[in-house]
């Protein structure tokens, strides 16, 4: 291989690694209708075959209902507009992390391009971040930095394997459509197999890393007391005291994340906007 052949071979991982963080963080951190618009959306008869299982009420014909709606900027306190940049300055430093990306190497993030680009209003989970500011930034920190922390660490199908465990367990329709789109947009995990996990069970064909994060989380979400002697000697053997760690602290986000979409009453991604 020549020098110029590699040098394209390296640029073309660099802007795959550029675009795949991108997906990867911005459903969760963006608004759905800002974000996932140019996704596959799922289909009436999928979303309801989803709907009976884990306790979840089926979907409503009545128009959505939103217990915290989004607002425009400019109804915004001031702590919640900082909060607001601090939101977008969260997707920009989830995707730019890689310090040898270029402007060419990806379409940059409508929130990355200035504020006149910015959105008016933010959905998705920012209207619950924005009722408390000071926790929602918390909370926006330990999303993108556990995200940085255990890279390398903690394969991506072991990642969405437990944060669909979670979304699912706890029937978090926003949570598991938007976790089911990354999964799948990136070729981490098959639709069927999202479904398989989405309704309660284990999915064929996972990974060795898939599977054990499948097991990891079905237990510590359905199983009181500690995780077993078996399952926390198979993680560190599998991702390391680091990746294990990191594993136990996805659960728990992903938990806490599921338990407040459900509370502000936040529906599928398709459904918001």
């Known amino acids: 291989?020549?020098?110029?052949?590699?040098?394209?071979?390296?640029?073309?991982?660099?802007?795959?690694?550029?675009?795949?963080?991108?997906?990867?963080?911005?459903?969760?951190?963006?608004?759905?209708?800002n974000r996932l618009a140019s996704l596959p959306?799922?289909?009436?008869?999928?979303?309801?075959?989803m709907s009976s299982q884990q306790g979840q009420h089926p979907?409503?014909?009545?128009?959505?209902?939103?217990?915290?709606?989004?607002?425009?900027?400019?109804?915004?306190?001031?702590d919640q507009q900082e909060l607001q940049d601090h939101f977008h300055s969260s997707v920009e430093r989830a995707v730019g992390s890689d310090s040898n990306a270029t402007s060419t190497a990806a379409?940059?993030?409508d929130a990355a391009s200035g504020n006149a680009e910015r959105p008016l209003a933010v959905g998705g989970p920012f209207p619950f971040f924005a009722v408390l500011p000071d926790i929602g930034r918390l909370s926006l920190d330990m999303l993108v930095g556990l995200g940085e922390a255990t890279q390398g660490v903690l394969p991506l199908d072991a990642r969405e394997v437990a944060s669909l465990v979670c979304a699912s367990h706890f029937g978090s329709a926003y949570a598991t459509q938007a976790h089911t789109e990354i999964a799948t947009k990136l070729k981490l995990l098959s639709h069927a197999q999202c479904q398989t996990i989405s309704a309660g069970g284990k999915a064929e064909g996972l990974s060795e890393a898939g599977?054990?994060?499948?097991?990891?989380?079905?237990?510590?979400?359905?199983?009181?007391?500690?995780?077993?002697?078996?399952?926390?000697?198979?993680?560190?053997?599998a991702f390391g005291k680091e990746g294990t760690v990191g594993l136990v602290h996805y659960v728990a986000l992903y938990t806490w994340?599921?338990?407040?979409l459900n509370a502000a009453d936040v529906t599928a991604p398709g459904g918001m906007d």
């Open 41 to 49: 959306k799922k289909t009436p008869s999928a979303q309801s075959g």
């Open 211 to 237: 599977g054990l994060a499948y097991e990891t989380a079905h237990y510590l979400l359905n199983v009181r007391g500690s995780l077993s002697p078996e399952l926390w000697d198979q993680c560190l053997r």
């Open 107 to 109: 379409e940059p993030l």
């Open 59 to 78: 979907p409503s014909s009545k128009p959505a209902m939103f217990r915290l709606p989004k607002q425009p900027r400019d109804q915004l306190r001031p």
């Open 257 to 260: 994340t599921s338990i407040a």
């Open 1 to 33: 291989m020549t020098q110029s052949d590699q040098a394209r071979a390296d640029a073309q991982r660099v802007a795959l690694h550029h675009q795949s963080a991108r997906e990867l963080c911005a459903p969760i951190l963006l608004s759905a209708g």
